[in-house]
């Protein structure tokens, strides 16, 4: 699939190679964990409850677990 047709569609998921696509970026799961971690830990100093640190954990794992891909987690493009 080319890199314009996945621009025009919202979400795609290439079951082949088990990769998550939104609006042509590919989405790592290291991205998203950072996403999650971040978020957690603002939660966490924000609103001070102790199950938003089971987010900061997941966030942590799964970027730990991508590591390896971590200079392209934000990378614009086809990956």
Aim: charged share 20%; proline share 1%.
């Amino acid at each position: 699939m080319s890199s314009d047709s996945l621009t025009r569609k919202l979400l795609h998921y290439d079951a082949e190679v088990r990769r998550l696509w939104i609006r042509g970026q590919r989405c790592h799961h290291g991205a998203t964990g950072a996403v999650l971690a971040g978020a957690g830990l603002v939660g966490l100093a924000a609103m001070r409850v102790p199950a938003l640190s089971a987010v900061v954990a997941a966030g942590g794992a799964l970027m730990a677990h991508d590591w390896h891909d971590r200079r392209v987690w934000f990378a614009r493009g086809w990956q």
